[in-house]
């Protein structure tokens, strides 16, 4: 059985998929990583593998029945924080901004544990992954 992090990333894009492993396998190298495409996806794996360390979710991503695609990583983290309220999620996106991302936080403050990340944004992601550290450190 392999030990380590636990990590769930689900996203459409293959390409974003591969990029947050290198980057997260960078910082942390005792990672499993259990990846999907979709919500219904990232349902199941949340299930089969919890607990998890972290869990990375496109807001924006297919599959996630009456949701509306554009809000599945956010329901998604809703659900997946109010079952394990301390495990560390970050929502990502292509169209967060700075006000955007600001809003979000703004909009899901009763959820400490949500984080959001534009796509792409290496060192924004740096200090998420230093601050989920620093939280799992702190509960061990």
Known sequence: MKT?????IADDDEHAIKSLENLIQN???DCIFYTVKNGKGARQLYRINKPL???FLDKCMPDEGDFPE???GLRLAKDFSMDDPQLPLVI???DFGSRNIDLYRTAY???PKIRFLAKGDGQGLMEILHDISNCCLSRS
């Open 92 to 94: 990502i996106s292509n």
């Open 4 to 8: 380590g992090r636990n990590i769930l």
């Open 109 to 111: 403050a009763n959820f």
């Open 70 to 72: 554009h809000s599945t």
């Open 27 to 29: 910082e942390w190298e």
């Open 53 to 55: 360390y972290a869990a």
